[in-house]
């Protein structure tokens, strides 16, 4: 979408090198602080969603290894990186909530007004991805392919279970922990005429007895993966983990998985999607525990 901002961060393509990363710092310092002082952070704002639309596009540009270590080393961005990326999040959550709302006062039933959010081609890409590796470490195992799914923090607005179940006709279990999301996630299912299809749990994923399932995702904004992973190896039989995070310059958005503590725990790294620079944000890593294996 096309946002407003108040800084005046530039292409990444158009500047030289160490201006890029001066000014990407500067700008993430300039929306940061804008955030912090908002008190108003849904879709309603403009200015904050301006803001975060250009952050969007700042992330989406090409960096080098080196502008990405520039700037996840610099102090500033050490310090309130976290502070950032809570405010992103309920922004996120925010706008989530809305479109879920939005989409249940529709007088049209079914899929139509959910393919037309800006977000659905995003998650259409990133669930293929994501369904196209997951199909590489089931085959040729039918029966693990047609087993049910768990989505850990499918939040207000569940676009990444819906399109599961509707690429991979298979049955969706949902974990959301938050209540608001879970009666605006289980409204709109019923509205959609999913509610049979797509079942909502209010839980928490670090608390969840995993053990029927063999196949769980786990979204990018749960802030306890640690505790959801501990939850999967006391409870779930070799069950092949999904593990939305961020890389590189998204880190920035994103809280990334540190793979040497996964590595650490038992957890082997199966596979990855990668992000589609102009499209996608996330990428996804493919777990096993050896323990469980």
């Not at 904050?48 to 969007?56: D, E, K, M, N, Q």
């Not at 800006?118 to 293929?128: H, T």
């Not at 802030?223 to 092949?240: F, G, H, M, W, Y």
């Amino acid at each position: 979408m096309e946002v407003y901002s108040t800084g005046t961060a530039a292409s990444a393509s158009s500047l030289p090198r160490w201006q890029v990363v001066d000014d990407f710092i500067a700008f993430i310092r300039e929306a940061n602080e804008l955030l912090q002082k908002e008190i108003d952070l849904s879709p309603a704002n403009q200015l904050v969603t301006g803001v975060i639309g250009r952050i969007f596009t700042q992330l989406r540009s090409r960096y080098l290894p080196e502008e990405v270590q520039a700037v996840l080393s610099n102090e500033y961005i050490r310090k309130h990186q976290r502070q950032l990326q809570d405010k992103l999040s309920e922004a996120e959550f925010l706008t989530e909530l809305s479109d879920s709302r939005q989409a249940c006062k529709a007088l049209a039933f079914g899929l139509d007004n959910l393919k037309n959010l800006p977000n659905w081609p995003v998650y259409i890409a990133l669930v293929k991805q994501e369904l196209d590796t997951l199909r590489r470490f089931t085959m040729p195992d039918s029966r693990l392919e047609q087993s049910p799914v768990v989505f850990v923090g499918s939040g207000p607005m569940p676009l990444s279970p819906i399109i599961f179940y509707l690429l991979g006709d298979v049955e969706v279990v949902c974990l959301e922990k938050d209540a608001v999301a879970y009666e605006a996630s289980c409204s709109l299912l019923e509205h959609i005429g999913l509610g049979s299809k797509i079942k909502v749990v209010l839980e928490n994923g670090a608390h969840y007895d995993y053990g029927s399932y063999k196949r769980i995702f786990v979204a990018s904004l749960v802030r306890n993966k640690q505790a959801v992973l501990e939850q999967i190896c006391r409870t779930a039989s070799d069950p092949l983990v999904a593990m939305r995070t961020a890389e590189g310059m998204k880190q920035i958005m994103y809280e990334a998985i540190d793979e040497e503590v996964l590595a650490s725990e038992g957890w082997h790294i199966l596979g990855r999607t990668e992000p589609d620079e102009g499209l996608v944000i996330n990428s996804t890593l493919f777990l096993k525990h050896r323990g469980l294996e």
